[in-house]
């Protein structure tokens, strides 16, 4: 009966270890969860927010999206497009000036994130980046939630992105930075 005991004893002190374990990765979890969210503010990086109109009712994108933070240069949009097994970046490619802001949009109810390659950023973007957490952005969940990547002081040069659930379906596009008009898009 002892040793039963003991059995028992050993078997319930590794159930509170799991136990224990789980709760520690899940406060984890909800703090870095908190941390990131903080990130979001206006004035950090990147923002995350939502686009969303009258319960119903069919608006252009433009009338829906929040003004461009202060300061910033022109407001690029990127919607993350689903039409059936259809995945897509529109425009796929878009041409702006350093001081910029790329806007992704989520389109539908397919959850989206997108993340730039940062091993094929010009010198000294792949920092730019790092330091916006755009490396991997947010989880956008619901039609009209997005994010915005500050373009300040960026080096001019190609910056590639993809859909981290669907790059691999083709769901992958650019971002080119450039000084001079003829090279920049509005």
Not at 128 to 134: D, E, I, K
Request: net charge negative; with cysteine; charged share 20%.
């Amino acid at each position: 009966m002892v040793r039963g005991s003991r059995a028992a004893a050993a078997r319930e002190h590794g159930e509170g270890a799991r136990a224990l374990a789980l709760f520690l990765a899940l406060a984890f979890t909800c703090l870095a969860a908190l941390l990131l969210l903080g990130a979001c503010r206006e004035g950090g990086s990147w923002q995350l927010g939502t686009a969303a109109g009258d319960a119903g009712q069919e608006r252009p994108l433009a009338a829906v999206l929040p003004a461009p933070p202060r300061g910033a240069g022109a407001v690029h949009v990127v919607r993350l497009t689903a039409r059936g097994d259809r995945y897509a970046f529109e425009p796929s490619e878009i041409r702006i000036r350093p001081g910029d802001v790329v806007r992704f949009v989520h389109t539908d109810h397919q959850p989206e994130s997108v993340a730039f390659d940062l091993g094929r950023a010009p010198e000294g973007g792949a920092e730019l980046l790092r330091a916006q957490g755009a490396a991997g952005a947010p989880l956008l969940t619901d039609p009209g939630a997005f994010f915005d990547v500050h373009f300040r002081d960026a080096p001019e040069g190609t910056y590639p992105f993809f859909s981290i659930p669907h790059g691999e379906f083709g769901m992958q596009g650019a971002v080119v930075v450039a000084r001079t008009e003829a090279a920049a898009s509005p």
